[in-house]
């Protein structure tokens, strides 16, 4: 008996997950060749989207074809087309374009999952010398694509979040390595009484300003220069702490939270999002990957699950009120400041 169900099982699941990356450099090259900018407008036969895309007939058609049956191309008797969520997300003309991810994926990401190995044995990261993808942000030809794909990656969380917290309680928010203030953007055009800041290092502030004047509230957000770990956070009735702390080791997570407490009005709160591990720790498959990409980039760094989240907000005082997944991958979970009077 057992040798008949061991005869019945089929490698395919072993094999489909060894060559998953074949799908992931997929897309990594339609993005490179600009595919679906090009086929958003209109569908285009074979032969038209070869010469449009300047790739070779050889490989066109299963070129192609592997991205229709990726769900990325529609294709008709009309030709081939970009389909709904890559118009969405992979045509660059898009604000929702998420391409400068598969970019820095090729780039940064790639090479040092090649590495997992060696750092699974050592537990040391794996980050080049030299510095990361976009070396400290001095390209803007780096820099700003993938800017543009953090902001896209998160829309669907600013959006979420403006929902789940009573901001109407509330008059100021800090979001704690906002980047370009996409996040605080949202929360200010929903709410015309909040005011928002973004708290980052230094070398982010010319992309900031060049983004919150495009989106028109340069006069309602602004930017304070700092490093958490140096400079005291500027005061505000809630904090925002989004990809912020699994980046980070117990101490420096502590340090943080320790941090945003004491700049947190009375009464105010924190909203903490993350890619977090289910409790279990065996259904999040992406979050778990995701704390390994933490040990590849970060010196202590690592996913962590709610239960833990929760924890350490209630050891740096806060009362934890409320927890949801949120933009499809991440939980998010607000906590308060207990007011002066209780």
């Known amino acids: 008996m057992h040798a008949d169900k061991t005869a019945a099982l089929s490698p395919a ?13 997929a897309l990594v090259s339609a993005v490179e060749l600009d595919v679906f900018t090009q086929l ?27 991205l229709v049956a990726l769900d990325l191309l529609d294709r008709d008797e009309s030709g081939y087309r970009s389909s709904t969520v890559a118009r969405r997300y992979l045509d660059r003309r898009e604000p929702t374009y998420v391409g400068g991810y598969a970019m820095m994926a090729k780039h940064y ?27 400290g942000y001095q390209d803007p030809n780096a820099a700003r694509p993938f800017l543009g794909a953090m902001d896209a990656v ?15 309680r509330y008059t100021s928010f800090v979001d704690v390595g906002g980047a370009r203030g996409n996040l605080a953007a949202t929360l200010v055009n929903r709410y015309p009484d909040l005011g928002g800041t973004v708290f980052d290092l230094p070398q982010i502030e010319p992309f900031f300003q060049e983004h919150v004047e495009a989106l028109g509230v340069a006069d309602r957000v602004g930017f304070r220069a ?40 009375p009464g105010g709160g924190i909203v903490v999002y993350d890619r977090m591990i289910d409790d279990e720790r065996s259904e999040r498959a992406l979050s778990l990957l995701g704390s390994l990409n933490m ?4 010196d202590g760094g690592r996913e962590y699950t709610l239960g833990e ?7 740096a005082g806060f009362e934890v009120q409320m927890s949801e997944p949120v933009g499809g991958m991440d939980v998010l979970v607000f906590a308060t400041k207990p007011s002066a009077a209780s």
């Open 309 to 315: 989240c929760h924890d350490w907000l209630r050891e």
């Open 13 to 25: 699941p072993v094999l489909q997950l060894t060559m998953a990356f074949y799908g992931s450099q």
């Open 295 to 298: 040990l590849l980039t970060s």
């Open 226 to 265: 700092g490093d958490f770990f140096d400079d005291p956070l500027p005061q505000a009735d809630v904090h925002i702490l989004g990809h912020i702390l699994h980046y980070y080791g117990a101490k420096e997570r502590r340090q943080i939270l320790e941090s945003v407490y004491e700049s947190a009005n």
């Open 109 to 135: 990401l790639m090479p040092m999952w090649g590495k997992l190995t060696d750092a699974v044995r050592t537990g040391a990261p794996q980050v080049p010398t030299g510095g990361g993808f976009f070396d």
């Open 154 to 168: 998160n829309a669907q969380v600013s959006r979420e979040l403006t929902e789940l917290v009573d901001w109407e």
């Open 40 to 66: 958003a407008d209109e569908p285009l036969p074979l032969e038209e989207a070869e010469r449009a895309l300047g790739i070779d007939p050889r490989g066109a058609r299963d070129f192609l074809d592997a």
